[in-house]
């Protein structure tokens, strides 16, 4: 349930990541592609798609015209790519519990982040802050729905 948690706070920051980052991991077979639609992301195209689409949401995060992440359509976005995403990365039978818990976390992280985001940005800029955000978040996203990008291979010891 860690990542599923994990999922949400990705979604908090950014609603089109955790999609991107359960395609590539999908893509990757890092995950079983047992939910529904999941099986395109097997698919190369339609997991370039998807990233594709949360670099395009990252880019226009960084407009003037860019409204805030707690707008209702922003939430309503990070409610349903928490549950999509949350859902993939719990265990089986607790996938409702999966869901539910990315969404909740996903929408209390999404006010916290944004008003970190505001206070950042009066210090270093709108350009400046969401591409730190955009790093750390599409980082965190993948190494939780990739748990083989972040392991390390031992080495045989020598003797």
Do not use: H
Not at 41 to 61: I, K, L, Q, Y
Not at 99 to 115: E, F, N, P, Q
Request: proline share 5%; hydrophobic share 50%.
């Amino acid at each position: 349930m860690l990542r599923s948690f994990l999922i949400g706070l990705v979604a908090g920051q950014r609603g089109i990541s955790p999609l991107a980052a359960i395609a590539i991991a999908t893509n990757r077979q890092e995950i079983d592609a047992s939910l529904p639609f999941q099986k395109l992301f097997r698919n190369p195209v339609v997991t370039a798609g998807a990233t594709a689409f949360a670099a395009a949401e990252m880019a226009g995060d960084k407009m003037k015209s860019a409204p805030d992440r707690i707008v209702p359509i922003g939430l309503a976005v990070r409610s349903i790519t928490a549950a999509y995403a949350g859902a993939a990365l719990a265990p089986r039978d607790q996938r409702t519990t999966g869901a539910a818990l990315a969404v909740v976390t996903a929408l209390a992280s999404s006010y916290v982040g944004w008003r970190i985001r505001c206070a950042a940005m009066e210090r270093y800029g709108q350009t400046k802050t969401g591409l730190v955000e955009d790093a750390i978040v599409f980082g965190t996203g993948l190494a939780v729905a990739n748990p083989s990008l972040t392991q390390t291979k031992r080495l045989p010891r020598r003797r």
